[in-house]
């Protein structure tokens, strides 16, 4: 059975920090790689880090680069999300979601974990 059981979301002041984990089961997870997407209260999802299968590749969106970082532990099944300076608009539900090798759309997603950022 396929598992994405995302963790660490929570509430943090501006200008804080979290890190988020995400934990994979039931796929050869060295063969995917894996992102990290956010929702926030009616807005359409959009797509936050990428990183490719054994970290090569790192891509983010503009609104946070240079404040967050993606990384993944293959032997561990997991990937993280260091989020540094967060801000009020970082508010949102985050998602780790799988893409296989020859896979045009993502393949798996996980539960989702709330960031709330907010005085």
């Known amino acids: 059975q396929v598992q994405l059981v995302e963790s660490g979301g929570g509430l943090v002041q501006p200008g804080g920090s979290l890190r988020l984990s995400c934990g994979a089961s039931?796929?050869?997870?060295?063969?995917?790689?894996m992102s990290w997407y956010r929702q926030a209260p009616g807005k359409e999802r959009e797509l936050v880090a990428f990183?490719?299968?054994?970290?090569?590749?790192?891509r983010y969106a503009d609104s946070v680069q240079g404040r967050f970082a993606i990384s993944r532990d293959n032997a561990q099944k997991a990937i993280y999300l260091q989020m540094n300076s967060l801000k009020p608009e970082d508010t949102a539900v985050y998602y780790c979601a799988a893409r296989g090798p020859n896979s045009p759309k993502y393949d798996y997603w996980g539960q989702g974990t709330q960031v709330t950022v907010s005085s």
């Open positions: 039931g796929f050869t997870f060295s063969a995917y790689a």
């Open positions: 990183i490719s299968r054994y970290g090569g590749t790192r």
